[in-house]
């Protein structure tokens, strides 16, 4: 089993429209946790930390649920520029790396 | 403006040929950097982590004699992909961590096409 799964996609979205990812992750040790957003032949950029509390950035909504080892990430009113491959990231403490799901390709349609 | 400089960003080699990338940390120093490869389509996967005075630690699956990782400096890792082959195309990125913030920092990436 992936330590990070996501639904691959592509979402097809027109403007405007709210569109949400999930993403699940095994390892119970992970201890932060992302949204990185990748552009096509780009490296990937952050685009929010995900809080237990859940965390709202403009458009961008992400929650975290331990117990069931959930991470979301909500994007409202989608532009054009929204389109890219959101990547759900997850960390364990100390000098460790980022891992890395397949993320998801989203494709806002004008 | 980008805190970690990856170079270079773009190399075709002919089949056989050694191929060095280079990762700067720009402002801070990176006692820990990672190397990753994506093929298309793929995750990002996590080559070895380069640590600054001592060997790497490479992951299940990943050659240590074919990708040498070289970590001399607090702002340098190099990774050098030996005797490269067609299957070695792919995106390699490297990453420097920020201690002391807990951040990792991305370098741009380098495509690396073997004819």
């Known amino acids: 089993r992936k330590e990070v799964e996501q639904d691959p996609g592509p979402f097809n979205v027109p403007e405007g429209a709210t569109v949400a990812f999930n993403c699940t992750y095994s390892?119970?040790?992970?201890?932060?946790f992302f949204w990185y957003r990748q552009d096509c032949r780009k490296e990937p950029k952050l685009l929010m930390s995900v809080y237990s509390s859940g965390n709202e950035d403009g458009r961008f909504t992400a929650q975290l649920n331990r117990a069931s080892q959930y991470i979301s990430l909500l994007i409202r009113d989608s532009k054009l520029s929204d389109s890219a491959t959101y990547l759900c990231v997850v960390k364990q403490a100390g000098n460790t790396p980022l891992v890395f799901g397949k993320g998801t390709r989203l494709s806002v349609i004008a | 403006g980008a805190v970690v400089s990856q170079h270079p960003s773009w190399v075709i080699c002919k089949s056989g040929t050694s191929v060095k990338i280079e990762c700067r940390s720009l402002d801070f120093q990176a006692t820990t950097m990672f190397w990753y490869r994506q093929f298309p389509k793929q995750s990002l996967m996590l080559m070895a982590t380069?640590?600054?005075?001592?060997?790497?630690?490479?992951e299940q699956g990943v050659e240590k004699d074919k990708f040498l990782i070289n970590h001399a400096s607090l702002t340098l890792s190099t990774l050098t992909v030996t005797s490269a082959h067609p299957e070695d195309s792919s995106f390699y990125i490297c990453s420097a961590l920020r201690f002391a913030k807990n951040i990792q920092y991305f370098g741009a990436g380098t495509r690396l096409s073997v004819l």
């Open positions: 380069s640590n600054e005075g001592s060997k790497a630690t490479y």
């Open positions: 390892n119970s040790a992970s201890q932060s």
